[in-house]
């Protein structure tokens, strides 16, 4: 039986994946006193005891847990924060991102759980730029819209106890266009530049969509909607959680004109849609903010360290 310690089990992704990894029979869960929680000793105890430990905690907080393992490299770490996503030594922890990359999460000692929109983004734009149609200096401009769970206690408190004409309407955020999540899809994607990025939170727990426009003219040959989706068959079509949709096919809509972003909630799967015609795309990944974006994710990367089969406690 594997032990594992969620660090920060008390936020919105700690709590998910404790509820996710409670009931399973080969998992035991490391407990901390509630007045512990701050304590070095009781917690660098809990992570040099776990088999492997999760990090649901700010950044900082998230830096000095890993010090707290020690120099010997024993520990094992999955890290939801934000902390580690582009550091040597830390293997992204997005299965499906490339050839090599399960196994290389299968042998880590250090994980890094991708971001919620970079998720979304990666899995669009890799294959691209792997295949050649992309360029990486290629000015991308990333579309997302996600449920306010995304933004922690604070923002779940606003929006459900704050007046409805303030949080109805979707909000734009990080309008100094520098989003945290900006340095990992920059590199997971492939890219020599960082994207345009500004996000939208919408009145909604939870789910996102995270878009994509290209221009065919400035790409690097010339493809249409079929080929592009040919191409996400041709990396994904095997996968567990990557669902590719047809090409239009209205009954994938709302009353056959509207895209939800609440389709995937509550499993750990990413529809992806190929929209446009043979001189502009939209490329669009759905998926549940909480799930594949957070604690889905950190759940589906657990399985593969522990080496238990990689569904294991998550729905597709």
Known sequence: M???????????????????????????????????????????ACING??????????????EAVALAGRDGAARFIDASTAHRTSPGWVYGLPELAPGQRQAIRS????SNPG???????????????????????PLFVQS??????GGKKLIQSYEAGPAEKVAPPRPYALTLRHKHLPEMKQTAGLANVPGFVPVVGPFYRGMLVSVPLEVRALERTVTPQAIREIYLSRYGTERFIQVMPLGDESTLDDGTHLSPLGCNGTNRVDLFVFGHNEQLFLTARLDNLGKGASGAAV?????????????????
Do not use: W
Request: hydrophobic share 40%; charged share 25%; proline share 5%.
């Open 2 to 44: 594997a032990r594992v310690f969620i660090d920060g089990q008390e936020g919105t992704t700690g709590l998910e994946i404790h509820q996710r990894l409670a009931s399973r029979p080969d998992i035991e869960l490391v407990t901390i006193a509630a007045d512990k929680r701050k304590d070095v000793e009781a917690r660098r």
């Open 108 to 111: 880590a000692r250090r994980v």
């Open 116 to 138: 919620c929109h970079a998720t979304g983004f990666a899995l669009l734009i890799r294959p691209l730029v792997d295949a050649g149609v992309v360029p990486p200096n290629y």
């Open 50 to 63: 776990a088999d492997v430990t999760i990090l649901c905690l700010p950044d900082a907080a998230a830096q």
């Open 145 to 150: 819209i996600t449920g306010y769970s995304g």
């Open 300 to 316: 589906q990367n657990l399985n593969l360290m522990l080496g238990v089969e990689e569904a294991t406690g998550l729905d597709g």
